[in-house]
């Protein structure tokens, strides 16, 4: 069965420590692995898309990274301002042009 | 360049109601999806509409439906609310298969 997962489910940082957050996906014909940011009552704000296997991208303090079963989510001396819940969506072969989208993680970032 | 808009931005209704939820896409976007996002949970896939036409729909009772106007703007509709429709309502518009959506700011729907 196909499934988008995100690990862990919350985070707590204090402002400056480095950590990664995952998304384990098990589908067939990966299209794109997207990561979204949303802060509480509004809809998510788009960050990254990644299309293979081995690519990077980099935004400020996030860097999102590829395989063939997961992506992480690397930050980087995080600010409190980076705290939100942070989502990834996977688009496949069988899910034509929707996505599916992992429960997310809830980062907390503390001064 | 103007984003995703949604209206109302919050709305109250009692179980039974009906309700209707607008969104207006990206100009230039075609494709118009709708999200649940139920309070805890995870974003669930409603409906998608391209080009007018119904493309899609996820795993939800007849009773929600919309439609695309040909202004590419659209509609969603839930009828006989029920407590559970409680959530954030969540439209995204798309240019292309390979892009990412954009998401709109969300219609908060209560039911009481």
């Known amino acids: 069965e196909d499934q988008v997962t995100q690990s862990p489910e919350a985070l707590r940082l204090q402002e400056g420590e480095s950590s990664s957050l995952n998304c384990s996906y098990t589908v067939s014909g990966l299209r794109g692995l997207f990561w979204y940011r949303q802060d509480p009552g509004k809809g998510p704000e788009f960050l990254f898309t990644?299309?293979?296997a081995g690519e990077e991208k980099e935004k400020e303090r996030l860097k999102a990274t590829l395989t063939k079963k997961e992506s992480f989510l690397h930050i980087t001396a995080p600010k409190p301002e980076d705290s939100a819940t942070y989502l990834c969506a996977v688009q496949a072969d069988n899910y034509g042009q929707n996505f599916v989208f992992g429960p997310g993680t809830r980062l907390s970032v503390l001064p | 360049e103007a984003g995703v808009t949604q209206s109302p931005t919050h709305l109250i209704k009692t179980r039974g109601q009906q309700v209707t939820l607008r969104c207006s896409p990206i100009?230039?976007?075609?494709?118009v999806y709708w999200y649940q996002q139920a309070l805890g949970l995870g974003l669930q896939f409603l409906l998608w509409y391209d080009e007018g036409e119904e493309r899609n729909r996820g795993n939800f009772p007849p009773r929600f439906s919309g439609r695309q106007f040909p202004n590419y703007s659209s509609e969603l509709n839930v009828n006989a609310l029920e407590l559970e429709d409680s959530a954030l309502y969540l439209c995204a518009s798309s240019s292309g298969q390979r892009n990412g959506y954009t998401f709109g700011s969300g219609t908060r729907l209560t039911v009481v």
């Open positions: 990644l299309y293979s």
């Open positions: 100009s230039g976007h075609t494709s």
